[in-house]
């Protein structure tokens, strides 16, 4: 059985990957123009600054992907990183 934290850390993983194939999606959208989407690339001091949301999200990414290795004792799968989780 599978306990309740590490049940916790697969579904926000899996919420953050979403949005991270989200945000990919629209940065390789060539029909929106290219200044557009580089405003969501990048470091910026302001937390509302659309260049570090998407920083945030690769970053939750990264948190989530260790936190999951420290519960577990190994880690995620090459498909599990990229495809997330069956639950």
């Not at 934290?5 to 697969?10: A, G, V, Y």
């Not at 990957?17 to 405003?39: H, N, Q, T, V, Y």
């Not at 600054?49 to 989530?64: A, D, E, G, I």
Request: hydrophobic share 35%; charged share 35%.
């Amino acid at each position: 059985m599978i306990d309740r934290e590490l049940n916790e850390i697969k579904n926000k993983y899996n919420q953050v990957l979403e949005r991270f194939k989200k945000a990919e999606a629209f940065l390789e959208d060539e029909s929106i123009p290219l200044d557009e989407r580089m405003k969501y690339i990048g470091e910026e001091e302001d937390i509302h600054k659309p260049k570090k949301l998407f920083n945030q999200v690769v970053r939750s990414m990264s948190l989530l992907i260790k936190e999951y290795e420290t519960h577990t004792g190994f880690g995620m799968t090459t498909h599990e990183v990229f495809n997330g989780f069956d639950i």
